[in-house]
C-alpha cells in the first residue's frame, strides 16, 4: 500500500489522489464510476477546489473511499486535508426577546375601545328595557284594566285524526253504522253525530290489506283512483284494515316495524325500502320500481 508520506510534504490531498490514480492508470470516470459520484466531484476533489466541494465531513468521507479504491493512506489523506481545510464558521444565535404590549400600542387601545363601547350599548339597552317595563306597569295599575287592542280568540273544532275522513261520509245513518260495526270497523256515531275514529276503518272495495305494527309508523295507502285511504302515525301494537279497489300505492315510514298481508297473503316490503322508508304498489297494476 503506498503511502501519501512518500510524496511531497507541499502536495495537497487531492495531489497526491490524482498521483496515485494515474500510477494505477485509472481514469476520473472509473473513479467517479466506484464512488457512484459526478466526474466533476472527483476533479474538484483533486484540484483541491473547496468553493465546488461540499462540507468538510463529507470530503474527508469521500478521500476515504477513494484512498480505499487505490489502496492509499486513507488515515494520512485526511489528516494532509484537515490543514489545508477551512475553519468552520462561527455560528452566532441571534436571540430576540418578545415585546411586550403595553396599553400605548394601537392594537391594545383598539380593542379597550370596542370593549367600552360594548359595554355602553348594553347599558343602555338595558336601561331602556327597563323605563319600557316600568311604564307598561304604571300603565296597566292607572288603567281599568283592559287592553287598548282587541283580541279575537279562535276556537278550531275538535276534528278527528285523519284516516279514511274521505272515504267515510258524516252523514251516515243508523243503519251504516250497525253494517260497519258487523263487519268489524271500529267507526261509530256519536251522541253528538261527531264521527269518532279507532284504529281502522272497513272502505267499499273488493281487496284488502292487513297492517300489524311492532314498532311505530307513518303509513300512507292510495287506492286505484288516487283516494287516500290511510295517512297518519300508527303506534305499536296497532293491527290496520284496509278495503278497496287495488292497485294500493303504499308507503311505509319505518317498514322493518309493520307486517303486511294483500287478499291473505303475506307481502315482505323489504325489497322496496330504502334507508328504512318503503314505497311499492300492490295490485294488478303492482311494479317493482323502487324509490331513487
Known amino acids: 500500500m503506498s503511502s501519501p508520506e512518500q510524496n511531497a510534504t507541499s502536495q495537497t490531498a487531492g495531489e497526491i489522489l490524482k498521483q496515485l490514480r494515474e500510477e494505477h492508470k485509472l481514469s476520473v470516470k472509473d473513479i467517479a464510476t466506484r464512488m457512484r459520484l459526478d466526474p466533476r466531484l472527483i476533479e474538484s476533489l483533486e484540484a483541491n477546489d473547496l468553493d465546488r466541494l461540499p462540507a468538510a465531513i463529507y470530503i474527508r468521507g469521500y478521500i476515504r473511499s477513494y484512498a480505499k479504491i487505490i489502496e492509499a493512506d486513507a488515515d494520512s489523506l485526511v489528516a494532509l486535508y484537515d490543514n489545508d481545510a477551512p475553519e468552520p464558521p462561527e455560528i452566532i444565535l441571534e436571540i430576540k426577546l418578545p415585546t411586550q404590549a403595553s396599553s400605548s400600542d394601537k392594537p391594545v387601545k383598539a380593542f379597550t375601545y370596542l370593549i367600552t363601547l360594548i359595554l355602553a350599548l348594553l347599558l343602555l339597552v338595558w336601561i331602556q328595557s327597563k323605563f319600557m317595563l316600568e311604564d307598561t306597569i304604571n300603565h296597566a295599575k292607572a288603567g281599568t284594566g283592559a287592553l287598548d287592542y282587541e283580541i ?17 261520509d258524516a252523514t251516515l245513518d243508523n243503519r251504516q253504522a250497525e253494517d260497519s260495526d258487523s263487519a268489524g270497523s271500529s267507526l261509530t256515531l256519536a251522541a253528538d253525530d261527531k264521527l269518532q275514529f279507532a284504529e281502522s276503518a272497513v272502505i267499499t272495495g273488493s281487496d284488502t290489506l292487513q297492517m300489524k305494527l311492532s314498532a311505530d ?4 295507502v292510495n287506492d286505484a283512483d288516487n283516494n287516500k285511504l290511510y295517512r297518519d302515525l300508527a303506534r305499536t301494537g296497532d293491527e290496520i284494515s284496509i278495503r278497496g279497489n287495488a292497485p294500493f300505492s303504499v308507503k311505509l315510514g319505518f317498514s322493518q ?8 297473503k303475506p307481502f315482505d316490503p323489504a325489497p322496496y325500502s330504502r334507508a328504512g322508508v318503503a314505497r311499492f304498489t300492490l295490485g294488478e297494476k303492482e311494479t317493482d320500481d323502487r324509490e331513487q
Open 217 to 220: 309508523s307513518w303509513i300512507e
Open 257 to 264: 316495524g309493520v307486517s303486511l298481508e294483500f287478499n291473505g
Open 152 to 168: 279575537v280568540i279562535v276556537e278550531h273544532p275538535q276534528t278527528p285524526s285523519y284516516r279514511d275522513t274521505h272515504n267515510v
